[in-house]
């Protein structure tokens, strides 16, 4: 008869603990779902008070059951035993008994600290650290102590175990989405998350340092620390890409988190649906900071005097306004604070009040009108098609994508509003043919930085009240818009069925609305180092207050029109308090085989950036390939790559994914969507694969992916970079720079 294997009893004694605690998180669960289900019955009836009330308790409740459901997720994953002689256990949220004692501490709170700050030179109380090592999250399977005070344990009693927690969570395979860090946050990292909320913090480091798992557990730090401030102001965490948003969504929710708002910078303008800009010159000039005097001159040039004086037939009389006294109008709104469209107002009175005085003087009349009299004339001199049209002559209503649409669309206006700022070339670059209308645009994302930047200058159209188009006076909107056009001369600047939507009647068209500006009490940046002046300029204005946390990496920079470094960065944000730093220098993903390869690159497309120090071998050397065929090389390494386990991305050139697509179909191959995260095998090119991981990279002809500039081999520093196990490079061409020089 075989024996039984035996456990060893600290192991009963934690796994104990644990099922008393998934009891207790069982009825805090049963007892929120109790709230939610008493409140439902208002629905039917009673005050609007207790329907506040319900719907106030209901959302409380529903976030409440939504933070309580963990999944397969370990709740408690460490305890710390402490010199006074007690202890903590601590997981990924709090968790008490009917008496409210605490049976898991929040990983939040400042008592947990020590848990990832404790080390043997500064134990911080800390006599000895545990983590628990669990399957599904309820079963304990393991334990590993690390002990800071060998006699005070031993005179404690205190038996040690080990297995290397934070080595066999980096040995694990890949899911295709990220996972959290709560249970092994190093020392350098939880540093960076705890740090204090006001003013900017930049978090700096090599590839596989945790940098982008830093931001995340940060917004779920400050969102713990700081509740009441940023659960009102709203926290904002910006990525590169729809499929890296994608990659990490489940992360906050498994830290209990969901208000945080995840988002692209092209994303913040989703209404352009724009496309990526291919043409580096054109992304460098867009996103240059110069663009911001160009607009700031393309919207004056539309805030000008008419060609002639102009003329108001009204009751019989004709009222003369001539262009100087147009010129005073402009001149004066100009002086006035606000933006464009805040100011049309006031130019439209101050139009109306002239020709009111001219009306008056015709009469020969001193004494005020009666003030219903005064009223409908004023009426219909605003609804006069003359006064209409010389309004949107001196001051018009624009959105931010009508001003950039209209500067693109005329070289005389970009020549005007790039005058002595742009050169000939770049003035070019800038123009494109005229679209119907701006939903209609062939828009970028280096446009959406500068529709934002626009969109500041003119402020929201609903504040400028455009005057209604009048129906009632026998002509027909087509004709009178024509007729305008040509006796104000503005053929240059827009059609007639253009401006006839424009002044259209609010009644029978949708209105042309500029969401509010969305501004947040936090946000965060990843992959910061690719952003340009312009788009810091854009995350800037959603962040007044200038709390922000923005994590990157110099080394990795490659998008064209790029910021050059921090202090550029800096240069565009609010500066309230002084910049605090953060550099983590273990690079925990990735394995000393590959980092060796890529950091030949890094010391040539950076030398100043100072390469990461990987804690991690694999015994597996990076494999590269000279072939006759890189896309079948590869077809055929993906097949014998997918027996080890594991997640597959291939890296190739845009061109050949259809061909690898096709291919590998049987294996369920995906390209160029968020689905290539749960796919078998996800391909896609060097730029989407930024701030991913696989366990298994395959890179086709490098020198067909990336230029042999530094921006370039940045990239490819990037591209190497995205394996934890094992590398292949298939190439029939040349390879890049220092990979082409043997080590």
């Known amino acids: ?55 106030i308790a209901v959302d409380h409740t529903q976030r409440r059951l939504a933070a309580l459901e963990i999944g397969d997720t370990p709740l408690c994953f460490g305890r710390i035993d402490l010199d006074e002689g007690g202890r903590f256990y601590v997981g990924r949220l709090g968790v008490e008994d009917d008496e409210h004692t605490q049976l898991v501490v929040d990983w939040r ?41 060998a006699n005070a344990a031993a005179s404690s009693g205190l038996a040690v175990m080990g297995e290397g927690a934070l080595m066999a969570a980096l040995e694990r395979e890949r899911t295709g989405r990220m996972g959290d860090i709560v249970a092994t946050i190093q020392a350098e990292q939880d540093a960076a998350v705890r740090a204090e909320l006001p003013g900017v913090l930049i978090v700096s480091g090599g590839p596989g340092t945790g940098k982008t798992a830093v931001a995340l557990h940060r917004a779920a730090y400050l969102l713990y620390t700081f509740r ?40 913040l303008k989703s209404s352009l649906r724009a496309t990526i800009c291919t043409d580096p010159a054109e992304a460098r000039l867009k996103g240059d900071v110069r663009m911001v005097s160009v607009l700031k001159r393309a919207l004056r040039d539309r805030e000008h005097v008419p060609r002639r004086n102009v003329e108001v037939l009204i009751d019989g009389l004709i009222l003369r306004l001539t262009r100087q006294e147009c010129r005073q109008v402009i001149d004066r709104a100009r002086r006035r604070p606000g933006n464009h469209n805040d100011r049309r107002p006031l130019v439209e009175r101050m139009v109306v009040d002239r020709l009111l005085s001219k009306y008056r003087d015709a009469k020969a009349r001193k004494e005020d009108f009666p003030p219903e009299f005064e009223e409908d004339l004023r009426r219909r001199l605003r609804r006069s098609h003359v006064v209409i049209i010389l309004l949107e002559r001196m001051w018009p209503v624009l959105s931010g994508a009508d001003l950039v649409h209209d500067l693109c669309s005329f070289k005389v206006l970009i020549g005007s509003a790039g005058r002595e700022l742009l050169t000939d070339a770049e003035q070019h670059l800038l123009f494109r043919a005229r679209a119907k209308n701006t939903k209609l645009v062939a828009w970028n994302d280096a446009d959406c930085a500068l529709v934002d930047e626009a969109d500041a200058l003119c402020g929201a159209v609903e504040s400028a009240r455009p005057i209604r188009n009048t129906k009632d006076n026998g002509h027909g909107d087509g004709e009178t818009a024509s007729n305008v056009m040509r006796d104000l001369g503005l053929g240059g600047y827009m059609t007639s069925s253009a401006l006839e939507a424009r002044f259209a009647d609010p009644n029978t068209r949708a209105t042309r609305a500029i969401p509010e500006l969305r501004t947040f009490g936090h946000v965060l940046v990843d992959e910061a180092q690719d952003l340009s002046p312009m788009q810091w300029r854009m995350l800037a204005r959603r962040c007044p207050h200038g709390s922000m946390t923005i994590v990157g990496d110099f080394g990795q920079a490659s998008k064209a029109g790029a910021s050059s470094g921090w202090t550029e960065v800096l240069g565009h944000l609010p500066r309230l308090d002084a910049p605090r730093r953060a550099t983590l220098t273990v690079n925990y993903r990735t394995p000393v085989e590959i980092m060796d390869v890529a950091n030949r690159i890094l010391a040539v497309a950076a030398s100043d950036v100072e390469p990461t120090q990987s ?42 994914h259809s061909t690898l697509t096709e291919a590998l179909q ?34 086709v002809e490098p020198a067909q992916l990336v230029t042999q500039d530094s921006a370039g081999l940045r990239l490819l520093y990037v591209t190497l970079t995205r394996a934890t196990q094992t590398l292949s490079v298939f190439h029939s061409r040349p390879l890049p720079g220092p990979l082409a020089t043997p080590a």
């Open 1 to 55: 008869m075989s024996e039984r294997p035996q456990v060893d009893p600290e192991i009963v004694a934690e796994q104990q603990y644990l099922d008393t605690v998934y009891e207790r998180l069982d009825a805090m669960r049963l007892a929120a779902s109790t709230v939610a289900d008493a409140y439902g019955d208002v629905r039917r009836g009673g005050t609007h008070q207790a329907r506040l009330e319900r719907d």
């Open 109 to 149: 709170a400042p008592v947990a600290e020590p848990f990832y700050r404790a080390t043997a030179l500064e134990r911080m109380g800390v006599m000895r650290r545990r983590h628990l090592l669990t399957r599904n999250g309820r079963e304990v399977i393991g334990l590993d102590d690390e002990v800071f005070d």
């Open 228 to 267: 009441k401030q940023l659960g009102a102001q709203g926290v904002l965490l910006i990525g590169p890409s729809t499929i890296f948003l994608r990659y990490i969504e489940q992360v906050l929710p498994s830290l209990g988190e969901h208000e945080v708002q995840l988002a692209t910078v092209t994303g």
């Open 615 to 656: 804690v991690r071998r694999t015994g597996i050397e990076p494999l590269f390939a000279l072939v006759a065929d890189p896309v079948a090389a590869a077809i055929q390494c993906v097949r014998e790559t997918l027996l080890l386990g594991g997640t597959v991305a291939v890296i190739a050139p845009d061109e050949a």
């Open 666 to 699: 049987d294996v369920g191959a995906v390209a160029d969507s968020p689905t290539v995260l749960d796919a078998a095998v996800g391909v896609i090119g060097p730029v989407a694969a930024k701030g991913l991981e696989f366990d298994h990279v395959i890179v």
